[in-house]
T-cell receptor, first 114, second 116 residues
Framework: AQSVTQLDSHVSVSEGTPVLLRCNYS??????LFWYVQHPNKGLQLLLK??????LVKGINGFEAEFKKSETSFHLTKPSAHMSDAAEYFC????????????FGAGTRLAVHP | GAVVSQHPSRVICKSGTSVKIECRSL??????MFWYRQFPKQSLMLMAT?????????EQGVEKDKFLINHASLTLSTLTVTSAHPEDSSFYIC????????????FGPGTRLTVT
């Protein structure tokens, strides 16, 4: 069965410093992995996705994630945090092929301080 | 492109009444729509998957008679919470997608339901 574990429920950084949000996955198959962001009272927005192409995936707003099969990880990073990055971030895994369930991690709340 | 709307954004209803939430794909035809539920400070849980013109597929533990889903057209799906109770209060989020867009799901902004 597929699952994702987000290792930190809260992450706090200062503006201009790097961001690291950690995610480990479990999958019997070659997974598709996603990071979504949810701002308060807004819909989820796709930041990036991995679908068995390049292991380093670049997304929107300067975010990127690296798929590491040996570590079953898909951590999200950004070199320099902005105040506008403060939001809830979800790591998501999907069973491969067609329309399959998206399984969401518990979420990581990112706070960015001036 | 790929805009999904939900209506209403917030609704308050009395216990025992029913409430309908609409999910619309505004600029594409969605062959499949999904309904999720999100409790405060928790993650999203898939409730059901619906394909246009066919019955929804509910996840284990979701009462199909309580959460009625209708996907009558390629741009509209509705979720009706019947005989609502306070424990049904939650944030309901829909997503929509199409095969020709690589099965990616596009999420609506969500509907906050409060049952008093």
């Amino acid at each position: 069965a597929q699952s994702v574990t987000q290792l930190d429920s809260h992450v706090s950084v200062s503006e201009g410093t790097p961001v690291l949000l950690r995610c480990n996955y479990s999958s019997s198959y070659s997974p598709s992995l996603f990071w979504y962001v949810q701002h308060p009272n807004k819909g989820l927005q796709l930041l990036l996705k991995y679908t068995s192409a390049a292991t380093l995936v670049k997304g929107i707003n300067g975010f990127e994630a690296e798929f590491k099969k040996s570590e079953t990880s898909f951590h999200l990073t950004k070199p320099s945090a902005h105040m506008s990055d403060a939001a809830e971030y979800f790591c998501v895994v999907s069973v491969s092929g067609g329309y399959n369930k998206l399984i969401f991690g518990a979420g990581t709340r990112l706070a960015v301080h001036p | 492109g790929a805009v999904v709307s939900q209506h209403p954004s917030r609704v308050i209803c009395k216990s025992g009444t029913s409430v309908k939430i609409e999910c619309r794909s505004l600029d594409f035809q969605a062959t499949t729509m999904f309904w999720y539920r999100q409790f405060p400070k928790q993650s999203l849980m898939l409730m059901a998957t619906s394909n246009e013109g066919s019955k929804a597929t509910y996840e284990q533990g979701v009462e199909k008679d309580k959460f009625l889903i209708n996907h009558a057209s390629l741009t509209l799906s509705t979720l009706t919470v019947t005989s609502a109770h306070p424990e049904d209060s939650s944030f309901y989020i829909c997503s929509a997608g199409a095969e020709y867009w690589g099965y990616e799901q596009y999420f609506g902004p969500g509907t906050r339901l409060t049952v008093t």
